[in-house]
């Protein structure tokens, strides 16, 4: 008899959590369990594995999933700011005493052209915006709108996200862009300049996929209200799919 297939719970999210699927659903030595939280509504799914979506029901939901599965590993390249997610995995899989790796991509670094206003939450960020009316991009995800429209009404709006918001909690000046990354630099630089936008509210989400707004915004010199990640936890992290995937070679081998 051949040996047990390891199982792997793999926490997505993110383009590395996709690229890691990638490298690993071609090894017969392991059944790759891929599983998003559904904040979208028509997520991306991999091909050839076997997929979930939707929560565990807290860390005790998780501990639950995690033994009735019988699950090996567990890897978690969820969003840099699921906080909670990630909290709740690294809990889990000590409780289990399961192997448990974060992948997280490094956040980005401002470089010198860039303007940037580095605030530690959306409050903070709402707080920078002031008073004066501003024709601002917002990209931070549908779920963090609603500050916006409660405390700042006299800004004009144009949020970017993979689903339309609510109406409920839209600004009233707000047009929505339902896009999903990745752009590129030039259309970035062309709605940046169409629109006339003098300012950008983003998240420090890292990687390569949604960086060219930042490109553009140095070279028309906008500046960007930068909200940086939660502190996270101290556990065992690395910041690349080719490490991800090194690490549980390095575990099924040992």
Same mark, same amino acid.
């Given at each position: 008899?051949?040996?047990?297939?390891?199982?792997?719970?793999?926490?997505? &999210?993110?383009?590395?959590?996709?690229? +890691?699927?990638?490298?690993?659903?071609?090894?017969?030595?392991?059944?790759?369990?891929?599983?998003?939280?559904?904040?979208?509504?028509?997520?991306?799914?991999?091909?050839?594995?076997?997929?979930?979506?939707?929560?565990?029901?807290?860390?005790?939901? +998780?501990?639950?999933?995690?033994?009735?599965?019988?699950?090996?590993?567990?890897?978690?390249? @969820?969003?840099?700011?699921?906080?909670?997610?990630?909290? *709740?995995?690294?809990?889990?899989?000590?409780?289990?005493?399961?192997?448990?790796?974060? +992948?997280?991509?490094?956040?980005?670094?401002?470089?010198? &052209?860039?303007?940037?206003?580095?605030? *530690?939450?959306?409050?903070?960020?709402?707080?920078?915006?002031?008073?004066? @009316?501003?024709?601002?991009?917002?990209?931070? &995800?549908?779920?963090?709108? +609603?500050?916006?429209?409660?405390?700042?009404?006299?800004?004009?709006?144009?949020?970017?996200?993979?689903?339309?918001?609510?109406?409920?909690?839209?600004?009233?000046?707000?047009?929505?862009? @339902?896009?999903?990354?990745?752009?590129?630099?030039?259309?970035?630089?062309?709605?940046?300049?169409?629109?006339?936008?003098?300012?950008?509210?983003?998240?420090?989400?890292? &990687?390569?996929?949604?960086?060219?707004?930042?490109?553009?915004?140095?070279?028309?010199?906008?500046?960007?209200?930068?909200?940086?990640?939660?502190?996270?936890?101290?556990?065992?992290?690395?910041?690349?799919?080719?490490?991800?995937?090194?690490?549980?070679?390095?575990?099924?081998?040992?």
């Amino acid at each position: 008899m051949g040996q047990k297939r390891k199982k792997i719970l793999l926490l997505g &999210g993110t383009s590395e959590a996709s690229q +890691l699927v990638h490298c690993l659903q071609n090894n017969d030595s392991i059944e790759v369990i891929f599983s998003l939280a559904g904040v979208t509504k028509n997520p991306v799914l991999p091909r050839n594995v076997i997929s979930r979506v939707g929560g565990f029901g807290g860390v005790t939901g +998780l501990i639950m999933w995690l033994k009735n599965n019988q699950i090996d590993f567990l890897i978690d390249a @969820t969003h840099p700011f699921a906080l909670q997610m990630t909290n *709740n995995a690294w809990k889990a899989a000590k409780i289990c005493g399961i192997p448990f790796l974060n +992948l997280q991509r490094p956040a980005w670094q401002k470089r010198d &052209g860039d303007h940037w206003y580095e605030v *530690n939450s959306i409050p903070e960020a709402v707080k920078i915006l002031g008073h004066r @009316t501003l024709r601002v991009f917002l990209t931070i &995800g549908r779920k963090d709108i +609603l500050l916006f429209k409660e405390n700042i009404i006299q800004h004009h709006y144009w949020i970017r996200s993979v689903d339309k918001p609510d109406d409920t909690v839209l600004p009233s000046h707000a047009e929505v862009i @339902t896009a999903r990354g990745p752009f590129d630099v030039q259309s970035e630089y062309d709605f940046l300049k169409q629109y006339h936008i003098e300012c950008i509210v983003t998240k420090n989400s890292g &990687g390569q996929t949604v960086y060219a707004k930042i490109d553009a915004a140095r070279k028309l010199s906008i500046p960007v209200i930068m909200i940086q990640r939660p502190v996270m936890p101290q556990l065992p992290s690395v910041s690349t799919t080719d490490k991800a995937y090194q690490w549980l070679m390095s575990h099924l081998q040992g």
